[in-house]
């Protein structure tokens, strides 16, 4: 299946929540399936931290990879594209097509780099709700994404309560944690070590590509549950049957992580990194109520369900249980599960079968109520 | 109490795993208590991977602080130096006054830096056993330590199997797992990414500063449980009541570790770190036995006393339940406990009264029979 990225250029400011606001705002994005006579049927799908508006088929015949969701999202699949109108776009501030930190400023004609205003998880979800109304659709028939991706799905819900019958929050939390935020702190420290960053003023062609490549190294440990790591790598060397005692890499585990670092820095932009995970950092849906999160949820309408991994500690199901009982507490629709599973947070993406039918079913639930 | 630091030069070259040897080691220790006539009252102390000879006491009535474990160790306390001869000593390959990468080879004359031969924790036991033997100890009554002491502990009962009573590994595991590695791995490319370090050759006043920063922000993280940082931090704003929408630090929680980080770099080496990791990778009691922990152990005498923490994720419980399991197939003597406890990793540090009382009673009874 061929799916076009195509843009939308808001064509008013977007005021954010920092209090600033942003010109010319574009939003990539691709959609797939129909839209149906009465707007009725179109599915969001929000992404996790590093992702992209291709969600799924290929862009072009001769595309080695698909979508990153393709085995959920598709013609006869799980999210069923000849059912549903799908639509994915690259959050704002990323580096995917979406106005981003390497975007050119309207004002300057130059990149924002650093003059890029730190935005949220609420200024991502706002820029999308613009989309969505552009595409003249007054009520999604239901909102999905795992991750941070989870994170925009809560935000649609509270800001937005009457915009979607449904939300599908994944692997995620209703705010960043203290450990999350400790390891962000870290994985930023080693972009604005890298002496290639320049206080974010790099060239395109010389980025911070260490401090990229150990920010996602770091990333990538805590993706995965130690059960994985010791089902995939355990104490295995790498191409040798002996220690080499020296620092280079003598295990498999260092030499994953070392190619991971490395294929993520061609693919991904360093000051987009710093933006989008500050704008985690932010995510709390109860700010404004003290913490109180049932108070938080107090006004959605939205038919929630919940999925988190056993082996996820990243985002612990204890986080999910979290939002079932302060919806239980709000008398919301809610329908939570925990999927057994060793592959940790990674879990979201590879458990497709079993979330899958969850989903699938799920949604058809929606549809007929 | 008054403790004083002592060296001891090792007569004999040092051979170690790597294959090479090392010349004129020198090992710093210091002594509490008295050895008594028979020579069977000595307890050796194991310290952790930032950790030192200074386990008790002051060094000045002026110090600031006492030794790393003065609530565990001294005159009536849990160790208690009235009744026991306490040894503890820094590792091979440290940077607190044994012999180490910054030490001077005495081939050239000049710092060995990475010229330094890869070290293993069985290298850093070899040289406490000549320490041992030098101060004319041929039983101790027994080993001691948490964390990379921990595994310190279990490379003397399997290295050395007569030269002990009894052994205490706090906190550890029987090999390094592949998370390990893999956070070890990340830390260390934070310090070979910093200019500073000059592929090692740094001058001891220009030190690659932030690459260690980073190191030991990242190790605090794994330090501490989830549950201990949410108790700690939360999501609390550092002197401020909203976010700036910068990069600098917002959180409690990155304030902190700013501060970790920097007061680390001021009393340890960035060398020192790199080597004392990378034998804490190498660490595995089962790499002669194909994986078989009972065969590793087959050989032991020494009773164990086995402790782990509930909410360590670094070294989880189930690690130590595999140690349990492997010498009761052995048929070995061994107590086990989990630690109720929050605090994670530095539980081992923490849970003083806890641990405390436990380690008493045991080398009480270790005493008698």
């Known amino acids: 299946m061929i799916t076009l990225p195509q843009e939308c250029r808001l064509t008013e400011d977007l005021p954010l929540d920092c209090g600033r606001s942003l010109k010319d705002v574009v939003i990539r994005y691709e959609t797939v399936g129909e839209l149906n006579a009465d707007a009725s049927n179109a599915v969001l799908i929000t992404h996790a931290l590093t992702g992209d508006a291709h969600v799924c088929g290929k862009h072009d015949v001769s595309d080695r990879k698909s979508g990153w969701w393709d085995e959920m999202v598709g013609p006869g699949k799980y999210i069923d594209t000849n059912r549903y109108f799908v639509i994915c776009s690259n959050v704002l501030g990323g580096c995917s097509g979406s106005t981003g930190p390497q975007s050119i400023d309207p004002d300057t004609g130059k990149p924002y780099h650093l003059d890029f205003p730190v935005i949220t998880v609420r200024d991502m979800v706002r820029a999308q709700k613009r989309l969505v109304d552009m595409l003249g659709i007054r009520q999604l028939l239901a909102v999905v994404g795992g991750s941070m991706g989870g994170m925009q799905v809560l935000q649609w819900a509270v800001d937005y309560p009457d915009a979607m019958r449904a939300i599908v929050p994944i692997a995620t939390a209703a705010s960043y944690s203290p450990q999350n935020i400790a390891f962000d702190w870290v994985a930023r420290d080693a972009i604005r070590s890298d002496a290639n960053w320049k206080n ?116 612990p199901t204890r986080q999910s249980r979290l939002m079932v009982e302060a919806l239980l507490r709000d008398r ?38």
Not at 204 to 222: F, K, N, S, V
Not at 333 to 361: K, N, P, T
């Open 332 to 369: 919301k629709e809610v329908s939570f599960c925990e999927i057994q599973s060793g592959y940790g947070h990674d879990a979201f993406l590879l458990e497709v079968d079993r979330l899958g039918r969850m989903v699938r079913d799920f949604l058809r639930q929606v549809e007929v109520k």
């Open 200 to 315: 974010g003023d790099y060239p395109p062609d010389d980025p911070p590509g260490r401090g990229l490549a150990a920010a996602r190294m770091l990333a990538h440990i805590t993706y995965l549950s130690e059960e994985s790591l010791g089902r995939k790598f355990g104490r295995n060397l790498q191409d040798k049957s002996e220690y080499d005692f020296d620092f280079a890499h003598d295990f498999a585990v260092e030499s994953y992580l070392e190619h991971q670092g490395k294929r993520f820095v061609e693919r991904f932009d360093a000051n987009a990194y710093l933006y989008i995970t500050r704008a985690t950092d932010y995510f709390d849906l109860t700010a404004e109520t003290d913490g109180d999160l049932a108070k938080a949820f107090a006004n959605v309408s939205a038919k929630f369900l919940i999925v988190s991994f056993s082996s996820d500690w990243l985002f």
